[in-house]
């Protein structure tokens, strides 16, 4: 990722957080699922939806759609 666009994510998203992946630690833990997953999580630490590789990109700006709808604090 160039230094570029994490200035622009800092500027238009000061309050976004992102998390690097020990793949090492990961792929040791027996219970972690053998690929990748995006995992949202609300302001209050909870997770809220989870998505496997597989998921489609359309199904999950809808679940997104229908999330923001339903928020209280979003």
């Known amino acids: 990722m160039s230094n570029e666009y994490d200035a622009r994510l800092k500027t238009e998203y000061p309050q976004l957080q992102r998390y690097s992946l020990d793949l090492s630690t990961f792929s040791?833990?027996?219970?972690?699922?053998?690929?990748?997953?995006l995992w949202i999580v609300d302001p209050h630490g909870?997770?809220?939806l989870r998505y496997d590789a597989t998921?489609?990109?359309?199904?999950?700006?809808?679940?997104?759609r229908h999330l923001l709808k339903l928020s209280n604090i979003g």
């Open 55 to 64: 998921v489609k990109g359309k199904d999950l700006l809808n679940d997104l």
């Open 28 to 37: 040791k833990n027996a219970a972690a699922p053998g690929d990748a997953q």
């Open 46 to 48: 909870n997770l809220v």
